[in-house]
């Protein structure tokens, strides 16, 4: 599975953006599809995460409420959906395929990433 992230760009806190993540190749075996996100200096951390079917979704206590993932299998396609977006969600932010660690807050159990999408929130 191959993995294409975009929708990052520079905004003010408070509004929203809108990130897609594009899978092509193996597309037709089911994946758990997550968020991740890097600030500078710090670790990769877990963001959110989605079932194949969509009806499991895990959210990070500190997106809770603000984000939205979501996904559209026959588009190939995952979202984030974030709102209320604050200075300390400023990350590159990375899609993440899973086939065979269920919905992990891991990133080690995410076998395909996609190469990230800068989002840069302004006080």
């Known amino acids: 599975v191959q993995l294409q992230a975009s929708g990052g760009g520079l905004v003010q806190a408070g509004a929203s953006l809108r990130l897609s993540c594009a899978a092509s190749g193996r597309t037709f075996r089911p994946y758990v599809t997550g968020w991740f996100r890097q600030a500078p200096g710090k670790e990769r951390e877990f963001v959110a995460a989605i079932s194949w079917s969509g009806g499991t979704i895990h959210y990070a206590d500190s997106v809770k409420g603000r984000f939205i993932i979501s996904r559209v299998n026959a588009k190939n396609t995952a979202y984030l959906q974030m709102n209320s977006l604050k200075p300390e969600d400023t990350a590159v932010y990375y899609c993440?395929?899973?086939?065979?660690?269920?919905?992990?807050?891991?990133?080690?159990?995410?076998?395909?990433w996609g190469q990230g999408t800068q989002v840069t929130v302004s006080s």
């Open positions: 993440a395929a899973s086939e065979g660690g269920g919905m992990s807050h891991e990133d080690i159990q995410y076998e395909y």
